[in-house]
């Protein structure tokens, strides 16, 4: 029996319209409208002519339905002209990536949400408040991914396919998601990954609009102030400081040279005009879209890699796994940050329901 939330799914996880579908897969839009909305429901040879058009196993179609990500709640960090088919791509791809979240966590035993709720502080003070809750200090942030998973965000990297996206976050029901574009520099992902981390402590409850530039301004204010301190920041950098000095102290924090030049005119360490010129020489040097001579080890996921490994130390493959789920190894791959997996020895203990469960332990 095909589910129509299914097709519908995997049409907009290939950023297709019905029309374009039904060019691809030969069948008419009429039939695939009525499949989609339940009204009849395709044979096996159809179900094959739609699985090879969307390159989705025909095992997916005859899934339940699936709990997707609620659309209401996502934060978009994406360009102002990114066609709406762009974001339903990856809305979709980040609801398979929660499929397989719901596959692990019913054989592992993942880090419980420890997020604050903070009512409505302003994003100097929420930052500051996760620090503290966090036991940060003052001190650098550590890699962004661990320190996320370490306090129960499940982190997700993006597909290719959706490079127009930056990031997104999103609360599925008491369950925190990040989902993060792994095609930019380390240290704007870094960044992205507070800002992601702002809008689920600041807009998560819903009190406040978690859309629009009022919103994307205080996730980056907040993003700014996780990652360089005020204290920090005051200590380490003098007033005015020059380019090469700006380039030479951003490797303290982990942040891109524009980044820190942001947070030094917050804190009044930088004039406007030197605010100004600054980044006017940083942009002539190339740093405004890249990050010469930055960091070169990407910060990927720690619960994604000793999941795996304990997998496979049990015989259970990347490949088992896709396939439980119904989607393509290669789909799956998408989300896991590019990792290799290689095999250590997985331990675990039952679990209430008779299934091994992976004993995962997390080092920040």
């Keep these: 029996m095909v589910t129509p ?175 993060l574009n792994t095609m930019k520099t380390v240290e704007r992902g870094r960044f992205d990954a507070a800002h992601e981390l702002g809008h689920l402590v600041m807009h998560g409850s819903g009190e406040r609009d978690c859309t629009g530039p009022e919103a994307e301004r205080q996730a980056n204010d907040f993003a700014s102030a996780l990652l360089m301190p005020a204290a920090s920041v005051l200590g380490h950098m003098p007033a005015g400081a020059r380019v090469d000095q700006i380039i030479e102290g951003k490797q303290i924090w982990k942040v891109s040279a524009m980044a820190l030049t942001y947070r030094m005119h917050d804190l009044n360490l930088l004039t406007d005009w030197q605010y100004r010129s600054t980044c006017a020489e940083l942009s002539a040097r190339g740093y405004k879209t890249d990050e010469p001579q930055g960091m070169k080890k990407r910060e990927t996921s720690q619960v994604l890699t000793k999941v795996f490994q304990a997998l496979r130390s049990k015989g259970v493959r990347p490949g088992d796994v896709a396939e439980q789920l119904g989607i393509t190894l290669d789909e799956m791959n998408k989300m896991l940050f590019g990792l290799t997996m290689t095999a250590v020895d997985g331990g675990g203990e039952p679990s209430r329901t008779g299934r091994s469960r992976g004993a995962l332990m997390l080092v920040t």
């Design 5 to 179: 939330s299914r097709i519908t799914l995997a049409r907009k996880r290939r950023g297709l319209t019905l029309a374009e579908l039904s060019k691809r897969s030969e069948l008419s839009l009429q039939s695939l409208s009525n499949y989609e909305t339940g009204r009849t429901s395709p044979r096996t040879a159809t179900v094959r002519r739609m699985a090879d058009a969307l390159d989705f196993p025909e095992s997916f179609f005859s899934g339940p339905d699936l709990d997707e990500l609620p659309a209401e709640g996502i934060s978009w960090r994406a360009r102002t002209k990114t066609p709406p088919r762009t974001l339903d791509a990856a809305r979709a791809a980040g609801t398979l990536a929660a499929q397989l979240y719901d596959w692990i966590d019913e054989r592992f035993r993942l880090p419980d949400a420890d997020l604050p709720s903070l009512g409505k502080p302003d994003p100097e003070t929420a930052a500051e408040m996760v620090r503290i809750r966090w036991g940060l200090g003052n001190a650098p942030a550590p890699n962004m991914v661990h320190l996320l998973e370490a306090h129960g965000v499940r982190v997700f990297s993006l597909a290719p396919d959706s490079v127009e996206v930056d990031a997104f976050a999103v609360w599925r029901g008491n369950v925190p998601f990040v989902f």
